[in-house]
């Protein structure tokens, strides 16, 4: 109750911690209201409002980078890792607005509520790194989850986008009851949801053998595997990526890949650490699964953006391997190679994006024959982007993976280190495919057309300057990604 005279106070939290909340959470209000006003179907202002949500999100948190925060009773903190990671998603999201920008319109799904969704999934993707407790990555998951299951299925007038959509749906209901149910185990084991009081309980403790703990902890684990699609919960993957507008699979490639990863090194690295003679054998067996299935099925694709959702799976392997390493070494080499497989995925969907008239996409590997010659800029950004995937320098590609592995052989994971570099021979292959197309191999039909947008170029090539630039000066992500790892440690 207020005592009168005296006026009511705010609540006591840090505001510019909780600035990229609040940003992109007004961002996406404004979008939705937006939609009252009358407007032409050329406008831009949807792209506009989530630029300046998504740079005010970017520059609250990034002017209070050097503080530690934590908000509502240790549920949300905000440390080096979450900075990392919020700075991250606002750069995924904003290269996703600028591929965007054309795209929508030109194949007539330019509705306000398509900014307001990629704003909702980049705040979830946000929560979720920036969670302390159970409840609230689950929630952020759900925020993210529920966001993207609308936007793979936003050109409602095709079947397959429809089809991939309910198959992400129903299967992500699925995962969000593995996760909820190995959350309630946690709780009954532990009598908390809270990550540090939950490590605090399990240090030293005699109950590690117990069977609620080990199955509760497997059961989340399971949960988070679905969403940075490790095998075998990666079925959804392939047909979300191919049903979805181009654009919004590039975004939820990238964006929620990191966003799963984030939670699960928070998760494994600061919550489970003692339990790691339980979940280290079975994540190391995920991870070969991972990277074996997911390249050996790439190999068998013409269909690109097919056959990147199963190169999306393989990197979820690499990642994997350094979260199996552990340590400063192993969440930093997981960190710099989500930073950099994001950049470099997101610029080969851009360009896939460009490709086509109206609604029409051209995404098989023989609608590129030719095109290096046709279009030279784009030719070659093409195949550094894939040269980068397949881990050949100088790109950033191969730094992640010297990284990756590195860490595993510090780790003395020596047999799982030298899986993931065969992985990596096997992938070059159809990586090269690509190349091969573009270069060497003669357009059969009518040439692929390009539909030139501004906007979309510049994200092109910010993501292609940044995969050359991080892959001969990798030093400076690679101390950021440390400092990170070690403020979460």
């Given at each position: ?48 409002v ?23 009773e ?11 990671f ?72 095709r ?40 490590a ?20 989340v ?11 075998p ?30 939670a ?6 600061l919550?489970l ?6 979940w ?20 068998l ?49 851009g ?31 093409m ?9 050949i ?18 780790a ?23 190349t ?50 070690l403020g979460?440690?």
């Open positions: 109750m207020n005592v009168a005279g005296v006026p009511p106070s705010l609540i006591a939290v840090d505001w510019y911690a909780l600035g990229a909340v609040i940003a992109l959470s007004v961002g996406a209000m404004v979008m939705l209201m937006l939609e009252f006003l009358p407007t032409k179907s050329w406008t831009t202002r949807g792209a506009v989530s630029l300046v949500s998504l740079a005010a999100a970017a520059w609250s948190v990034w002017s209070v980078r050097d503080a530690k925060r934590s908000l509502f240790g549920m949300f903190v905000h440390d080096p890792f979450t900075v990392f919020t700075l991250l998603f606002c750069a995924i999201a904003a290269i996703a607005v600028l591929l965007s920008w054309d795209y929508v319109r030109r194949t007539k799904i330019d509705h306000g509520e398509y900014y307001a969704l990629l704003l909702c999934a980049t705040l979830g993707m946000i929560v979720m790194a920036a969670s302390n407790d159970l409840i609230t990555i689950f929630l952020g998951l759900e925020l993210m989850s529920l966001a993207l299951y609308v936007l793979v299925g936003f050109r409602r007038t079947l397959e986008s429809n089809e991939a959509a309910l198959k992400y749906f129903l299967l992500g209901a699925f995962a969000s009851a593995f996760l909820l149910y190995g959350i309630a185990l946690l709780y009954g084991a532990t009598g908390t949801t809270n990550l540090t009081r939950m605090g309980f399990l240090a030293d403790s005699p109950l590690l053998s117990n069977p609620l703990l080990v199955v509760g902890s497997l059961l684990l399971v949960g988070l595997g679905f969403k940075v699609a490790a095998v919960f990666h079925m959804w993957t392939p047909d979300a990526y191919e049903g979805a507008p181009t654009t919004v699979t590039g975004f939820m490639s990238a964006g929620a890949k990191a966003a799963g990863f984030a699960l090194l928070r998760v494994a690295q919550a650490p003692d339990l790691q003679a339980d280290r054998p079975l994540l190391t067996w995920i991870a070969i699964l991972t990277m074996t299935v997911g390249n050996v099925a790439a190999l694709q013409n269909n690109l953006k097919r056959m990147l959702a199963y190169s999306s799976i393989a990197h979820a392997g690499y990642v994997l391997v350094a979260i199996i390493a552990g340590g400063p070494d192993g969440g930093s080499a997981a960190m710099f190679y989500l930073a950099v497989y994001s950049l470099m995925n997101l610029g080969a969907f360009i896939l994006a460009l490709l086509g008239r109206g609604a029409e996409e051209r995404v098989l590997v023989s609608d590129l024959a030719g095109f290096g010659f046709r279009h030279p800029l784009l030719g070659l950004a195949a550094v982007f894939m040269l980068s995937l397949g881990g320098p100088p790109t950033a590609g191969f730094m992640g993976k010297v990284y990756v592995f590195s860490a595993a052989v510090k003395g994971l020596i047999p799982l280190a030298i899986v993931g570099m065969l992985n990596s021979v096997i992938s070059v292959f159809y990586y090269l495919r690509v091969v197309a573009m270069y060497m191999q003669e357009p059969q039909g009518d040439p692929v057309h390009v539909s030139w947008a501004m906007p979309a170029t510049i994200g092109v090539v910010v993501t292609l300057v940044l995969t050359l630039w991080f892959g001969v000066q990798a030093n400076a992500l690679w101390a950021q990604a440390q400092r990170s790892m979460l440690m």
